[in-house]
């Protein structure tokens, strides 16, 4: 599976995503970390958080990070878009809530925020529809959010959608929401 996002493209977005934040303030303060710390201290693998790298993300890690545990995947055994075949990278933290911030990959940054394209195919943001095992106070009190964050999350996303793995990842999230009926809090 091979993306058309170059290494140096990421790297901008990451330094982006480095001046905003979702609050002025920490927001795992107000959950104590729920994000990060959730299944962190189980030796269960099943139970752990982690996240999957988007198409070329990996560029950004040597995969030898000591607060990073890897994991590759077929993606054909998970339920991502047709057009994804062969390796996906999923990474769950061994430091939680320690890591080094300028590193979280970008599931990470965007949280709680998510890309959804409307019927018409614009794109907007909303709040995380996932269903978690922990609550967070940005999604469940519908806290405000700081512009700069959200400008800069959407920013992002009109250019990660023009690769198009991530623009069918897109796609089929926001279809599956419409077919299940999931409601939608649209942010931007």
Do not use: N
Not at 94 to 101: A, E, F, H, I, L
């Amino acid at each position: 599976m091979k993306s058309t996002i170059r290494k140096s493209t990421y790297q901008a977005i990451y330094r982006l995503l480095d001046r905003v934040s979702p609050l002025e303030s920490d927001c795992g303060k107000l959950c104590g970390a729920a994000c990060c710390t959730c299944g962190g201290d189980s030796d269960d693998d099943d139970f752990q958080l982690g996240i999957y790298l988007l198409p070329g993300e990996e560029k950004l890690f040597s995969q030898k990070e000591e607060w990073l545990k890897w994991s590759a995947e077929r993606a054909e055994d998970f339920d991502f878009p047709d057009s994804w075949f062969g390796k996906i990278h999923f990474i769950r933290c061994k430091t939680p809530p320690v890591c080094p911030r300028e590193h979280r990959p970008l599931q990470c940054r965007f949280f709680p925020l998510a890309p959804h394209l409307t019927e018409e195919g614009e794109l907007r943001l909303i709040l995380c529809t996932t269903p978690l095992p922990y609550s967070c106070p940005l999604i469940d009190r519908q806290m405000k959010l700081t512009p700069s964050f959200i400008q800069a999350t959407y920013t992002v996303w009109t250019h990660l959608i023009r690769d198009p793995l991530i623009y069918d990842l897109v796609l089929m999230d926001s279809e599956d929401r419409e077919a299940e009926g999931v409601p939608v809090k649209i942010v931007r």
